[in-house]
């Protein structure tokens, strides 16, 4: 996993290209309360932070990952475009989180979304 300082960097470079948000809200999610207060409503709490943020360790960014791609796959057969672009950004980021920059490299190196969310999906195959 990525420390807050590297967080911070990557939320600063994303805020520039972002224009949905969606990689965002995963990067904030993933920062403890004190760094994640500049991007956060004033009044959550640093209690609220704890209950409604869930601790993105490695396990649980795999399970993310899992359910975005397989939620981009359904809404790309459906010719959902914006879906699908908010959910392969969610993807993004979560992959960076997890330090996975080979699997990240190939998933940046992929120019259709379906070819991104297969990069994803053999990455982290579902577990029963």
């Known amino acids: 996993m990525r420390t807050p300082a ?3 960097e990557r939320i600063a470079l994303v805020e ?3 224009s949905m948000g969606s990689q965002l809200d995963i990067l ?3 920062l403890p309360y004190e760094d994640a207060k500049p991007f956060i409503d004033e009044t959550v709490t640093p209690a609220q932070w704890l209950t409604d943020c869930p601790e993105l360790h490695d396990a649980a960014c795999e ?3 899992q359910e975005a791609a397989i939620a981009a ?3 790309f057969e459906a010719d959902k475009k914006l879906e699908t672009i908010q959910l392969i950004g969610k993807i993004r980021s979560l992959i960076w989180l997890k330090g ?3 699997v990240l490299q190939q998933f ?3 120019p259709y979304a379906g070819d991104k969310i ?3 999906k053999s990455a982290y195959p579902l577990t029963t």
């Open 118 to 120: 297969k990069i994803a």
């Open 63 to 65: 399970k993310l990952i």
């Open 28 to 30: 904030i999610l993933a």
């Open 108 to 110: 940046e190196q992929q």
């Open 16 to 18: 520039q290209t972002d």
């Open 100 to 102: 996975d920059d080979f």
């Open 6 to 8: 590297q967080i911070l």
């Open 73 to 75: 796959d359904k809404a």
